[in-house]
């Protein structure tokens, strides 16, 4: 019997009980980041010492689905960790299968309702099919999984896990394609590796590298282990401790062209940071993430501030659409930001006269879990409450960061009023686009409250021409859930370079943020 049917034999005919939820308290890190990025790392004289073992605490109880399956699933495993993410977006899809079929194409043909994962490597595209597949086994929907055509393999209530073809498929009857559902992953994990499975005590670990450094899963498990709490701390220690010092490293040289240079390869725009094993072609791969940055700026205003400004203005001259250029403006325009005030931003597209603008103020940012978000639903258990349904008024004007992991089209938001909402992006993309999908969420969750959306772009003052048009974003009417007139807005705000200086060397007072 092969792989594929003892699947069949253990899911569909016995309905085996595999899935086990369990309520953990995961260890979260007991600090927060000043920048928005990830979560600040403890620990300031990194001169001597390195990295110290980061302070834990209990901060929440998460359910965790774990599936014992005796048959060895896809991606090689007998055990699979089920984020619970995986529930949420198996229970959306489902909710739009059940909805009437209105997808037609001009000759009245039903359009297939197809739906693609994407992310980065290590994040969970192929574990989230293989919980796809357990579901539907479970089930016992029709489901095919596929590695290539020649090698589909169906289930359903006559094949019991059959190696079929595409030409197989694409000649079934018409009902029965209607319920069948083709899972398909195109880069899947090798079926020989296969590790132990992992401990909770690892998950505990793993979670925390993952909160600190931000970099996916299976990086961290490259390059900090998470064997034993001994073997953690001291490679944590090993490879942030090496950062700081090569950071510490760059802000000390006197040379600004070896800075430039070094800088470069530390901010390097990959995935990884592959460092050559002696004696061998392999090598270990080390996180390369937006954290870096973070730390890099944090290091340089403690130690050599305006050395630090120069380095920023030196690479935003010679090398302005460099990924260091853009982690470090990022890190500056969350510094201003959070440092509260008075802004005036201009609304797009900047042609008409006399310019239309938008005045607005935020308070003061404080560094407190509170103001932190990992999503859209989180940050609405947060911010309404729950006897009125309104937004809690001693919110307005507060800032939110989003994890930076979480949402790629914005970098954290404020609630000017119980109807409006800023967007702030930090950017110097000029053909940056905002994805619908950041947006939908937030629609899908203050639908009944938002009646205004305000993106607000935070870009260079020395470039402003630059930022003179609105971006691609989503209609107001493609956004999910939204029962009530909803106006969405763009704006610039220009950061100017002696905006940073100030941030570089504070005074009492509370900047201002008119730069116009």
């Not at 003892?6 to 953990?24: A, D, H």
């Not at 998460?62 to 984020?83: D, E, F, L, T």
């Not at 919110?395 to 800023?422: C, H, Q």
Request: contains cysteine; charged residues 25%.
């Amino acid at each position: 019997m092969s792989t594929m049917e003892q699947l069949y034999e253990e899911l569909w005919v016995n309905r085996s009980q595999v899935i086990k939820y369990l309520t953990e308290d995961i260890l979260q890190p007991d600090y927060w980041n000043p920048v928005g990025m990830q979560t600040t790392l403890p620990g300031q004289d990194t001169r001597e010492r390195g990295f110290p073992p980061p302070p834990l605490k209990m901060f929440e109880r998460q359910i965790v689905a774990i599936q014992r399956v005796k048959s060895r699933v896809p991606v090689g495993k007998r055990i699979i960790m089920a984020r619970m993410e995986y529930r949420r977006i198996m229970q959306k899809i489902k909710w739009v299968e059940k909805r009437p079929v209105t997808m037609e194409d001009k000759f009245g043909q039903r359009i297939l309702r197809d739906y693609l994962v994407t992310g980065h490597p290590g994040c969970g595209k192929s574990m989230f099919l293989t919980y796809v597949l357990i579901y539907r086994l479970l089930e016992r929907e029709p489901t095919v999984y596929r590695r290539n055509d020649s090698r589909c393999y169906l289930f359903d209530e006559r094949h019991r896990g059959v190696l079929v073809d595409s030409a197989f498929l694409f000649n079934m009857n018409e009902r029965t394609k209607r319920h069948l559902w083709i899972l398909t992953d195109a880069a899947i994990t090798d079926p020989q590796e296969v590790e132990e499975p992992i401990t909770n005590a690892q998950i505990v670990r793993l979670y925390t590298t993952y909160m600190c450094l931000g970099p996916t899963a299976r990086v961290c498990l490259r390059s900090i282990t998470i064997n034993d709490n001994e073997d953690f701390y001291n490679t944590w220690e090993a490879y942030v401790g090496a950062l700081d010092r090569e950071i510490d490293a760059l802000i000390t040289s006197p040379d600004i062209s070896i800075i430039k240079n070094a800088s470069e390869s530390l901010f390097l725009n990959k995935m990884l940071l592959i460092h050559p094993m002696s004696l061998s072609t392999e090598g270990d791969a080390c996180i390369s993430t937006r954290w870096i940055a973070n730390r890099f700026l944090q290091i340089g205003l403690q130690y050599a501030p305006q050395k630090c400004f120069k380095l920023y203005q030196h690479l935003s001259y010679e090398s302005p659409r460099s990924l260091a250029t853009e982690w470090l403006f990022k890190a500056y325009g969350q510094y201003w930001l959070q440092s509260g005030g008075r802004f005036v931003a201009e609304w797009l597209p900047a042609l008409s006269k006399p310019r239309q603008l938008l005045v607005f103020n935020l308070d003061r940012f404080k560094y407190h879990p509170s103001y932190y978000f990992t999503s859209a639903a989180a940050l609405a258990e947060q911010v309404i409450d729950h006897y009125t349904e309104e937004l809690v008024p001693n919110l307005f004007r507060k800032y939110f960061i989003p994890y930076g992991r979480n949402y790629s089209s914005f970098d954290a938001l404020s609630f000017m009023s119980a109807d409006t909402i800023v967007l702030f992006e930090i950017t110097q993309e000029k053909d940056y686009e905002i994805q619908p999908q950041d947006i939908q969420d937030l629609g899908l969750h203050f639908s009944r409250l938002i009646k205004n959306i305000h993106i607000v772009y935070i870009i260079p003052a020395d470039r402003r021409q630059d930022y003179s048009k609105v971006r691609t974003i989503p209609q107001a009417s493609e956004i999910r859930a939204v029962t009530q007139q909803l106006t969405i807005r763009q704006f610039r705000l220009a950061m100017a370079d002696h905006q940073m200086q100030e941030l570089a060397f504070p005074s009492s007072s509370v900047p201002e943020g008119e730069t116009l």
